[in-house]
């Protein structure tokens, strides 16, 4: 990736850093996703969070650009946590599970989350998941509606 292009990017959304909120309830997939997804894009910031409850807290008092949620957590599901952020925020909202399948897919598209990500063994799926961040916060701050433009493809990393 070279400089222009990244500079590029960040004209597009003017200069600002891309804010995430990570809700996941395996520490480890919290540590490497923020390591990856810091590296991948130097705009971005990710706030880790275990606890669902809590991410809802931390959602109603600051303000973040976009909202990443493991599937299947102890407390509730990730469409639960998207239910309940929703009712207090039209924050952008990714799915982010390696846990179901098209079905799991399907059904958080048709509860109205913003994208859906699979997590993958190899590590590539990081760059999807990076790319599509992105895509949702650029498209978010020019204004246009991010849903229209998102829920097309279930992205996949292994059908990269």
């Excluded at 959304?13 to 919290?30: A, T």
């Excluded at 190899?122 to 978010?140: D, F, T």
């Amino acid at each position: 990736m070279g400089e222009s292009r990244r500079g590029a990017e960040a004209e597009v959304i003017n200069g600002k850093p891309i804010r995430v909120l990570h809700v996941d309830d395996e520490e480890d997939q919290l540590r490497f996703t923020k390591l990856f997804l810091e590296e991948l894009d130097e705009e971005v910031t990710v706030d880790s969070i275990s606890d669902p409850e809590e991410a809802i807290r931390l959602q109603d008092r600051n303000s973040y650009d976009l909202v990443v949620s493991d599937y299947r957590m102890d407390s509730m599901t990730g469409i639960e946590l998207f239910r309940r952020v929703r009712e207090r925020s039209d924050v952008p909202f990714i799915l982010y599970t390696g846990r179901g399948g098209e079905e799991v897919a399907e059904s958080a598209l048709e509860a109205g989350v913003d994208g859906y990500v699979k997590k993958e063994a190899e590590p590539s799926h990081y760059q999807v998941l990076s790319r599509r961040i992105r895509q949702i916060v650029e498209r978010r701050r020019a204004g246009k509606p991010v849903a229209e433009h998102t829920r097309a493809p279930l992205l996949d990393a292994s059908r990269l």
